[in-house]
């Protein structure tokens, strides 16, 4: 109830507010708002500022196009722009930011459905090289032709990202292999299929740079892809493969115990790559158990309770940066277990167990 009090206070007297506040304050007032469904054209004056450089709205939905129109005059100073659920979004409401903010560097939009192909190539025109980021996602209006706009008007691209878009497949990503500045790339459950065969070139051009790589839901990808990432991406922290269930225990076995160049991974999330057995995972905690904060097995269900040892024997030097760990539907998974694990990775503050058969919730493993 204090909570949406003080939403309707802010919504009823933003215009008496001070134009200036510390980007703290500001960020966590508009997550807060965003999160109750209140950023609405009435609060969203609160946010916007003409010596802003950075611009997070994280919920959109509820924004008519014409207010969404007043970023490009009130913000023109912008380098980031954030539109989160941007479904209202309109053609030349896009042009017309995209054409105002001369400094504009990093564009993230999710679910601007209402944008056709041809606005995201004159968009893409508009914006030109200085564009480093470019994020979209949950759209069907994408296509081949947006794809290579991008790559030749976008050429100094660092960060890409295509989450559930419904043009997106092999004739479509083949153009991102011409990007060799790519630092992070995410494909996320394309609509259509993706293969070895156009990926790994990817991987080629851009390894050398890359430091987080999503294919999350490509199920077509297998081996050949992953010992591409093995031997093109030395500098690689992050990396999600889940779904890909192609992927056999014996490549991931060879590829990290070849992987060399690289100094360990943060973050590494392998849902439902149910090809991976025992060997795969004692080889990846070999390599990366000293550096791994995220590690995600779900659904790896023939793991035994011998791969899990490796994060108890101290002498492993495994689990010790380990803040969050998913281990759901992994049978071996049980109380005893749990609480081993709970006591020997000193940083771990999420430990998700959802569906295993053999635990019963038991508070006070952490101390």
């Known amino acids: 109830m204090l909570k949406h009090l003080e939403i309707s206070v802010l919504s009823t007297w933003t215009r008496y507010l001070p134009h200036k506040f510390s980007k703290s304050n ?5 997550q807060i708002i965003s999160r109750n469904r209140s950023l609405d054209n009435d609060t969203l004056p609160l946010f916007l500022q003409p010596d802003l450089s950075e611009l997070r709205l994280y919920d959109c939905s509820r924004l008519n196009s014409d207010k969404l129109e007043q970023i490009a005059y009130i913000t023109p100073n912008l380098s980031t722009l954030q539109l989160s659920f941007c479904g209202r979004l309109l053609n030349h409401t896009l042009e017309t930011i995209v054409s105002r903010l001369h400094s ?3 564009l993230i939009l999710t679910g601007p459905f209402l944008i056709t192909t041809q606005a995201w190539k004159s968009a893409l025109a508009t914006i030109g090289a200085g564009l480093r980021t470019f994020e979209i996602s949950d759209t069907a209006r994408w296509d081949e032709a947006c794809c290579e706009t991008l790559v030749t008007q976008c050429p100094n691209l660092e960060t890409v990202g295509m989450k559930r878009i419904n043009g997106l ?30 990926v790994v070139p990817i991987i080629r051009s851009a390894g050398k740079n890359l430091e987080k790589l999503v294919l999350d839901g490509c199920t077509e990808l297998g081996d050949e892809t992953f010992q591409a990432i093995i031997q093109y991406c030395p500098n690689l922290q992050s990396l999600s493969l889940a779904l890909l269930d192609k992927i ?18 943060v973050s590494l999330n392998l849902t439902r790559c149910v090809g991976i057995k025992d060997a795969g995972v004692k080889a990846i905690l070999t390599h990366s158990g000293a550096s791994l904060e995220v590690l995600n097995l779900n659904s790896l269900d023939e793991l035994t309770q011998e791969t899990f040892e490796l994060f108890i024997n101290e002498e492993m030097d495994v ?9 759901g539907f992994v049978r071996c998974v049980n109380d005893e ?19 295993t058969l053999f635990i019963v919730l038991i508070l006070g493993f952490w101390e």
């Open 26 to 30: 500001r960020v966590q007032i508009c």
């Open 104 to 106: 504009l560097q990093h």
């Open 169 to 198: 497949c092999n004739e479509t990503v083949q153009h991102l292999a011409k990007l060799g500045n790519l630092k992070s790339l995410d494909l996320t459950e394309p609509f259509g299929v993706v293969t070895d065969e156009y």
């Open 248 to 265: 056999s225990d014996e490549a991931v076995v060879k590829g990290f115990k070849s992987w060399k160049k690289n100094h360990g991974l």
């Open 319 to 327: 689990g010790n940066d380990l803040v969050e760990m998913d281990v």
């Open 337 to 355: 277990l749990v609480s081993r694990l709970s006591r020997a990775c000193k940083e771990l503050r999420v430990l998700k167990v959802l569906a």
